[in-house]
């Protein structure tokens, strides 16, 4: 190549560059290897492509249907449409083909609403406390083992901290609970839990623990109330629904945790076998459980948080059995609950209200009220504010 | 009640419960926790629904089209299609709603062709050696660890035998390696690579050992030979594909795998590092991967494994750079060679002419001829013969 060549190709290359910082248009995170759409654009806006050679109708349906985006069909079956920026977080989305929602090939998989479900991640600045960084990481552990109430195998999720393997300390234990509709891997795949802890744990800000996630959702032959839909305000929810998570769904799960989880996590794990070193939280649903299993087994656990939870409490002398009946006697015997709602979450006037009567009855609690709906990306903003309260 | 119509309900039940031997219909393994369909009927054809209100044709698409159903619509926009008897197994399969071949809603989805595939497993007494079973189960760790060859911090499954954490014992390892579109879960998820270990070991058949699964698909901007069409016998598949994978494909792999990953394996987990305790196998283009590697590496390797493996070989002087060109060096270092294919397999030509090479040459291997195609199905047989023969 002659020198004025090279100095072309160097120009090119530069401006390139250049136009690079400008339009930073990328694929998604979430897409699988080598997929060029979704795409992030530089206002955030994502542009969504899919090949459909025979269809009438196709639009990108984000979170369920919280925002739905025609799409517009071009050359050789190829539909596009672009939405409006976005807020960095996680999105559930599906393309609708012809009024069937189904996957988009080019992004991965999560499991929620009860089926594999397309997912979207929007980066930004609120980003950086889940991304992997070059820190000492922790794993994740697929794990079996048999539970006598359920008679079954079960599959969990275990984060075990940076050097667990190498050291022989023994380590507290968060038991962390997903959603309606998730699984135990929710809080690895969606959550990003051992990331957010890996940053947490390098910069000193939480000590290192162990992170158990199990199904929640046992028994799945019944219905949730029917998600809101697009453009409508929906209903706070009623208490009978409130009352379905918090006092008709727990029994098995309050057996599973205590009497076939905990016994095995304790003999398989190098933990701190007692109250002052377990929590036990959860998201939604989750956070319902972790409020009634954690005050059934106040002899198990000392720290308890409920991530937007699907609780109502209205009278403290008598929700839960009467545990709060005695607010001095709960104080000194939790040494966290934690509470949090954002709010544009449609769990948002029951919790709130929820807070309002633990205040009311002098039950100490943190209470986390933050912008943001009934979305992941709220939730792992829970788990990093939560998790540096604990065992401390 | 009246006795009457107790006696009635209980015929009821009686029979109900016969029938129910006669016919065990029932959800497949691979099915979202609920729902009923996919459902295995008695006489191991498989009977699907998807609920689709606007379409003209709906297929299911068995195989990535090797089987293709007709769906017939019924009440309620519920189409149907039951299949023919299916041999036992796993199969990837997609529903082609008016061309476009999707997810079924029902199904889990895996990773594989580059996206993410509805999964179905047909059960059957071949099922038996990777099922859950009351024995001592090792675990599956999902761990990050830096890769100086490509920058990144990588992804890779590791199955810890059981007894791992308790003991002080140090361990082999087998690298083991997915195919083409498919990435380092592949070898948990679709092939249960845990469960047949956990199964063998209890029976007392293999020695307690470490798998690492990596991801072999390094850099993705390339397309594979296209699929066969249904209905059409391939042509064997030219020199220049299987080179591909030989030779074009794999030094980066290569790097990953000699100077990062092992030194990451043997400081991170309590391994006996050195090439008599240390496997390399993968199937398809992971079993050319691994000859490749393992042959470029034999101070690393002492056992290697080609399942359905992606090669050619013909010319034992000069192929993989002449190490085989003498045969009894070869024999010397090789502890265990290890080579397979199904008869219905597309790469079945090119397996059986490179296993009479190795014959002709004088190459000792251990040739597996099997029944069966190119699916998991065979792989997991294959690892349940393979890992029984290492390190002994």
């Known amino acids: 190549m002659t020198t004025f060549g090279r100095i072309i190709v160097a120009l090119v290359l530069t401006f390139a560059a250049c136009w690079g910082q400008v339009i930073p248009s990328h694929p998604a995170s979430t897409n699988i290897p080598g997929a060029d759409f979704p795409r992030i654009n530089a206002d955030f806006s994502v542009t969504f492509r899919v090949q459909v050679e025979q269809a009438q109708k196709l639009q990108v349906s984000l979170g369920f249907g919280q925002s739905v985006y025609d799409m517009v069909k071009g050359t050789d079956g190829v539909w596009e449409a672009t939405t409006k920026p976005l807020a960095p977080g996680f999105y559930y ?145 009623s208490r009978g629904v409130v009352r379905f998570f918090m006092d008709e769904r727990y029994p098995t799960l309050d057996q599973i945790i205590s009497r076939d989880l905990i016994p095995f996590i304790d003999s398989r794990f190098r933990t701190i076998p007692d109250r002052d070193h377990r929590a036990l939280a959860g998201l939604s649903m989750g ?55 954002g709010n544009e979450d449609f769990l948002h006037a029951p919790v709130k209200e929820s807070h309002e009567a633990l205040e009311k009855a002098g039950i100490k609690h943190v209470w986390v009220a933050s912008s943001g709906a009934h979305v992941w990306t709220v939730w792992r903003k829970y788990l990093a504010d939560f998790a540096p309260r604990l065992f401390q």
Chains 1, 2 share one sequence.
């Open 287 to 341: 956070g319902a459980q972790a409020l009634r299993i954690g005050f059934n087994h106040l002899d198990q656990f000392a720290f308890l948080g409920a991530f937007s939870p699907a609780i109502a409490i209205t009278d403290t002398d008598k929700d839960y059995d009467g545990i709060m009946a005695d607010p001095a006697k709960l104080n000194r015997q939790l040494r966290l609950l934690w509470l949090g709602i």
């Open 93 to 237: 989305y599906g393309i609708s083909i012809d009024g069937f929602i189904t996957n988009d090939p080019g992004s991965r998989t999560f499991f929620a609403a009860r089926k594999e479900v397309s997912g979207l991640e929007v980066p930004g600045d609120e980003s950086e406390f889940f991304a992997v960084k070059d820190v000492p990481h922790g794993n994740v552990r697929i794990e079996w083992y048999f539970s006598k109430t359920t008679g079954e195998t079960r599959r969990i999720f275990v984060y075990t901290p940076p050097g667990y393997d190498r050291s022989a300390a023994r380590y507290p234990v968060l038991y962390l609970q997903h959603g309606y509709g998730e699984d135990e891997a929710g809080w690895s795949y969606q959550g990003h839990e051992n990331f957010i802890l890996d940053n947490l744990i390098a910069a000193g800000k939480t000590k290192p623990m162990i992170i158990v996630n199990e199904d929640g959702l046992t028994g799945v032959n019944f219905q949730p109330p029917p998600p809101p839909r697009p453009g409508t305000t929906p209903p706070p929810p």
